[in-house]
């Protein structure tokens, strides 16, 4: 069984540009879900994907914006980075959407922006 | 929204038990109790989630009060490698509800 898998693992930016962030679900999951994790905080809840719609938000701004493809993989896209967006980007991956279900976390993408 | 409060961290003995705590004294009644843990720079692992009944499994045992205002992830044995930060995440089960991770507990293990 394949685990979730993000790419890259590293990445950095500078202000103002675009960055796309990919992730492959674990076998079989067909939600995803999309966190930021800044430095010495926990992650916090971007958005959710079930069946290739978005399917929950959390206090994110419209620049981060996502995809989920008919293969269940993923894709998170921030325009006109700021600085405050340098963060690990987890993305978690769960057989269904309710919440009996655990989410099987990727290693996650860590972005600088300079 | 902070729905937990845990200790910010915490020192274990290795080969002895960790006993995490975690209030969550405005837990619904639909809303589990999970947790997670996170070793440096690697995503979060999922380690055993309850809503009422004492759970074990291979990695821990987790604890719930009969109000099921807190409860208490044990470790059994601690080891080196469970050196992480550890969340306890209370969530409802419904489509699109999301884990707030808050900031969770440190703990280091001692040798």
């Known amino acids: 069984e394949t685990g979730v898998t993000q790419s890259p693992t590293h990445l950095i930016k500078t202000r103002g540009q675009q960055v796309t962030l990919r992730c492959s679900s674990q076998s079989g999951h067909n939600t995803v879900s999309w966190y930021q994790q800044a430095l010495g905080q926990g992650p916090q809840f971007i958005f959710q994907?079930?069946?290739?719609?978005?399917?929950g938000r959390g206090n994110f701004p419209p620049r981060f914006s996502g995809l989920q493809f008919p293969n269940y993989s993923s894709e998170l896209n921030v325009n006109a980075l700021e600085l405050d967006d340098s963060a690990l980007y987890l993305c978690?991956?769960?057989?269904?959407?309710?919440?009996?279900?655990?989410?099987?976390f990727g290693p996650g993408t860590r972005l600088t922006v300079l | 929204d902070a729905k937990t409060t845990q200790p910010t961290s915490m020192d274990c003995a290795e080969g002895r038990a960790a006993n995490l705590p975690c209030n969550h004294s405005?837990?619904?009644?639909?809303?589990?109790v999970y947790w997670y843990r996170q070793i440096h720079s690697q995503g979060p692992q999922y380690i055993i989630h309850?809503?009422?009944n004492n759970e074990t499994n291979e990695m821990a045992s987790l604890i719930i009060t009969e109000d099921r205002k807190s409860s208490t992830l044990i470790l059994p044995h601690a080891t080196l490698r469970d050196t992480a930060v550890y969340y306890c995440i209370v969530r409802a089960p419904v489509t699109g509800n999301q884990f707030y991770f808050g900031t969770g507990t440190s703990l280091t293990v001692i040798p």
């Open positions: 994907y079930y069946r290739e719609e978005e399917n």
């Open positions: 309850g809503l009422k």
């Open positions: 978690a991956s769960s057989p269904g959407t309710g919440g009996y279900n655990e989410q099987f």
């Open positions: 405005t837990i619904s009644g639909n809303e589990y």
